[in-house]
């Protein structure tokens, strides 16, 4: 699909992965939707590349399907969606203190893995009935986030390698399913990249992890991220499937 022209709507907009997409589709000749929790950053991030921003808690259906609703209203049908909005969170199962984590359990899945598939299934709802746009009848795509940590989830990871899990599994079936309409559903499954959570290490654990990458010896940027969003919805044939992008790390235990 030809991103030139096209409507693009970008979750998680405001900052870090899903910034750095929606300045690269902008780039690309899209007109980008900025869809973030903070208004203030999506507003930040819409005025320097042209873009429509909008507010909205992606585990809530009624924000996400009244921002779909926005976007149809003022600019059409968005062909090019991308799931970047969520939250990393850590949680032992068992915490010394006896404490049993439910509640971030909860949260992690519904931000994460609920509020990708809300996004997920209105894009879909908005894409089917707009006209083909080539010769395969393609009407659409939609790119999740997952994380590495989907199969490779240390500990205190359970909740977050749960809802990334859930996304990545959720692929092909969703691929599958709305393979009838001309619309593919790719994940793509970031490592370690530098992103405002990452900012906040210390030089010493920065480089440690820096140090288990095999190559590039560094953590990756958010356009390189964006990068590969780009090559999806360029290639026709990506669909169904999960991108690991990692320099071959392979998470340890801890």
Not at 36 to 48: N, P
Request: hydrophobic share 50%; glycine share 12%; charged share 20%.
């Amino acid at each position: 699909m030809h991103i030139s022209g096209q409507i693009a709507l970008v979750t998680g907009a405001g900052s870090g992965l899903g910034e750095a997409t929606a300045r690269r589709l902008a780039g690309q000749g899209a007109r980008v939707v900025v869809m973030d929790m903070s208004q203030a950053s999506a507003d930040r991030v819409a005025g320097e590349i042209g873009g429509l921003a909008l507010a909205a808690d992606v585990s809530d259906p009624v924000a996400v399907e009244a921002a779909f609703e926005r976007v149809q209203a003022e600019l059409g049908t968005p062909r090019i969606v991308v799931n970047c909005a969520g939250i990393g969170t850590a949680a032992r199962i068992l915490p010394r203190d006896g404490t049993l984590p439910f509640e971030v359990f909860e949260r992690t899945l519904r931000v994460n893995l609920f509020g990708s598939y809300v996004v997920l299934s209105l894009a879909a709802r908005a894409m089917s009935t707009a006209e083909p746009l080539d010769a395969d009848g393609a009407r659409g795509v939609i790119v999740n986030t997952a994380s590495v940590a989907y199969e490779d989830g240390q500990i205190g990871q359970a909740a977050y390698a749960a809802s990334k899990g859930g996304i990545a599994s959720m692929t092909l079936p969703a691929a599958r399913e709305l393979a009838r309409f001309g619309i593919r559903v790719m994940t793509i499954a970031p490592g370690l990249f530098e992103t405002a959570m990452s900012a906040g290490l210390p030089p010493g654990a920065k480089a440690s992890l820096e140090a288990g990458l095999p190559f590039p010896s560094r953590m990756g940027k958010p356009d390189e991220y964006a990068m590969l969003v780009q090559a999806i919805v360029d290639n026709p044939l990506l669909n169904g499937a999960v991108i690991r992008i990692d320099s071959a790390v392979r998470l340890a235990p801890k």
